[in-house]
């Protein structure tokens, strides 16, 4: 992913993307829990159903 957002022919559409984008702040969650990401994550994700989520049997919010 970082080798796609730095080689965007438009920097600013990858900039527009990574400040406006729920994908975005998603990726940046996931990755600030500093624990490896599974598949009961990702699953937890797509049952939670909302823009916020929820990460791990703790229960995090992103």
Known sequence: MRTALAECEQP??????????HS??????????????????LDDLARAGDRGGCVGGNRERL
């Open 24 to 41: 975005s702040r998603l990726l940046a969650g996931l990755a600030a829990t500093g624990r490896p990401l599974t598949h009961d994550d």
């Open 12 to 21: 600013t559409t990858a900039l527009n993307w990574i400040r406006n984008s």
